[in-house]
């Protein structure tokens, strides 16, 4: 009974439904009146229940003298339902990448001004974070794209990696595609204490990498942000708005 019971709610039924099924496989062909009788349950319902149980195919009726018999031949019925469902599911599955891209742009037009933010950890994260960086340059096409680094005596005397170790080259391939970089290197001792300015690329390869060195890449309307600890950790964050700010205020600083 248990059994079937589930089986019957995995097919969006109830459990008396469930126990009404029973009857009639029990009782063979019978009145609505008699099963009800049986289930003491109310005659109405029941036999509501049997005409829809009979109109999805789980159980038969005929009329015998004037009164509709209700019965059971076989559990196939049964079967055909639970299979009828798996294939409807794997239809569903089938379309699964569609709905979730159809969600997604409906997401994406309700909130518009949410920012999207990736987040990426330890040095194949970074190093990840870079590709994807260079991915969206030559995707959307971008000529210029502008970088602020920590450029500190301290960092670069005690980290043991460059950001070539994670960027590789893919500073000189931005060159070849001359794609300009406008850098501002935060520069100083121990401290940040003035901040210059460049677009030449040779030399951004050695920036440090440690030290809780600072990169920000402000790419469009992405920007990237990376802390190189003993654990580097990047953050890309898509938003027009906070990459318009950054552009703005890139633009304005004061540079020696």
Do not use: C
């Not at 059994?3 to 097919?11: A, K, N, P, W």
């Not at 990426?120 to 602020?148: A, C, P, W």
């Not at 994670?166 to 931005?174: C, M, V």
């Amino acid at each position: 009974m248990q059994e079937i019971e589930h089986i019957f709610t995995q097919l969006g039924y109830q459990r008396d439904e469930a126990a009404i099924r029973l009857m009639v496989y029990q009782l063979g062909s019978k009145p609505a009146s008699t099963i009800a009788d049986r289930l003491h349950k109310e005659r109405t319902w029941v036999y509501k229940t049997l005409r829809q149980l009979a109109h999805d195919g789980l159980i038969q009726q005929t009329k015998k003298r004037g009164v509709t018999q209700f019965w059971v031949t076989n559990a196939s019925p049964l079967f055909a339902a639970l299979e009828r469902q798996r294939q409807s599911i794997d239809a569903l599955q089938s379309t699964q990448e569609d709905v979730q891209q159809t969600l997604l742009q409906y997401e994406s037009t309700r909130y518009p001004h949410l920012p999207t933010i990736a987040l990426y950890d330890g040095e194949d994260g970074v190093r990840s974070l870079f590709e994807n960086m260079y991915q969206t340059i030559i995707d959307r096409h971008y000529l210029l794209i502008k970088y602020f680094a920590t450029n500190t005596f301290d960092a670069q005397s005690t980290s043991t990696q460059t950001v070539q170790h994670y960027a590789h080259d893919i500073f000189d391939q931005l060159a070849r595609r001359r794609v300009t970089v406008e850098s501002y290197l935060g520069n100083g001792i121990l401290i940040m204490e003035q901040i210059s300015k460049t677009i030449d690329t040779s030399t951004l390869r050695d920036l440090p990498a440690g030290q809780a060195s600072v990169n920000i890449f402000v790419v469009g309307t992405v920007i990237y942000l990376i802390i190189f600890k003993d654990t580097p950790v990047g953050i890309q964050i898509d938003s027009e708005d906070l990459a318009n700010t950054m552009h703005f205020i890139l633009e304005k600083l004061q540079t020696d």
